[in-house]
């Protein structure tokens, strides 16, 4: 009814118009889905990426507790920083496309496991990176000083070399069975020692 009033002229025109929004609205709606394409794609990269931060961060760990090289901890945690970048980029990608996503919860285990393997590191430190560092260095300091005062005792020496293969064993298999075995040997080396010296000053220098 109401095109019949319409003349020819403005009916062409009206069917202009209606073809040149349809265009509009099909370019409208190609290019939005375009740009979350490009959205898309852009949070499977995040995503991967995030993958191979794992991935080396597993590898650093790996390395430093079968090198014990503390470069090992250093690039952990040039590693675990970037990680943590991506996940920031990860959630506001997720967030521009209006999806729910839990990365705050991922960032948060993803530091406490760089906190734990830090610490463990700290640890190890402490005890020692080689046989000269930490605690183990002052360990075989005061072994090597101990083999010196009792050289020439072959029974003492015995017993020394006794103490250095239960410290090998529990060092290269970390089983507590070889403290148990440490512990007894040095105690029966103390009792030696009483036994041997009755003068207190190499007595007391050994004990």
């Known amino acids: 009814m109401l095109l019949s009033s319409l003349s020819i002229r403005q009916r062409h025109l009206l069917i202009i118009a209606v073809v040149i929004t349809g265009f509009v609205l099909t370019g409208l709606v190609a290019q939005y889905s ?27 760990e790996k ?3 079968s090198r014990l ?3 090992y901890v250093e ?47 700290e640890q190890q430190k402490i005890i020692g990176l080689d046989h000269t560092s930490g605690l183990y260095g002052s360990l075989r300091a ?13 029974a003492l020496t015995a017993q020394m070399l ?27 080396m103390k009792s030696m020692i009483c036994l041997l010296y009755t003068s207190p000053s190499p007595r007391d220098g050994l004990l």
């Open 34 to 60: 375009t740009q979350q394409l490009q959205k898309l794609s852009q949070i499977q990269i995040d995503i991967e990426t995030l993958k191979h931060n794992l991935l080396t961060l597993r590898r650093h």
């Open 63 to 65: 390395d430093f507790l």
């Open 69 to 71: 090289d503390w470069k």
């Open 75 to 121: 690039r952990y945690e040039q590693e675990l920083a970037h990680a943590q970048d991506r996940i920031t980029v990860l959630s506001e990608h997720l967030s521009a496309i209006h999806s729910d996503n839990n990365t705050a919860l991922v960032k948060n285990q993803l530091t406490d496991y760089g906190q734990q393997f830090v610490a463990i590191a």
């Open 142 to 154: 005061s072994i090597h000083e101990a083999e010196e005062s009792i050289a020439g005792n072959t």
């Open 162 to 188: 006794m103490l250095r293969r239960h410290e090998k064993d529990f060092m290269l298999r970390r089983n507590p069975k070889y403290i148990d075995k440490f512990t007894l040997a040095i105690s029966t």
